[in-house]
């Protein structure tokens, strides 16, 4: 069976291939996708459990996070502990941007984790002045 295209006047070339052979590459191709998808989500997986992790399950620092939902829902953010004199690396750290982030990054990143943990929407006033303090430091010079 040979289908030719009524504009042309040629055949096709997937009209060579018989109709189950075309499905059966499909689906083929879907699973190579739904693999290669898979691995990747297991190698961040891998990655985010590591042995100092295990380390702070079993000496009582608390469970191991829960490596899929620090991979595919959310960034991970800066628990603390914090310095008594906040650092440029730990300022990036909290709010979750490079130490040479431009200056409209860093504005969005605060606005984002402020609005969070502003204390009339039941945050901590002790986040929000670290959260403040960071954006103030990294935002001298720019």
Partial sequence: VVVRSAALGRASPLAAVP???NSALVVGGLGVAAAAIGAQ???KAYRAWT???QQGATDGGGAAPDAFSE???ARRFYDGPFEPKMSRREAALILGVRE?????RIKEAHRRILRINHPDMGGSTFIAGKINEAKDLLMKGK
């Fill in 71 to 73: 991979t595919f829902f």
């Fill in 19 to 21: 109709r189950r052979q």
């Fill in 41 to 43: 989500y297991a190698l």
């Fill in 51 to 53: 042995p100092s992790q």
């Fill in 100 to 104: 040479s982030a431009t200056a409209d």
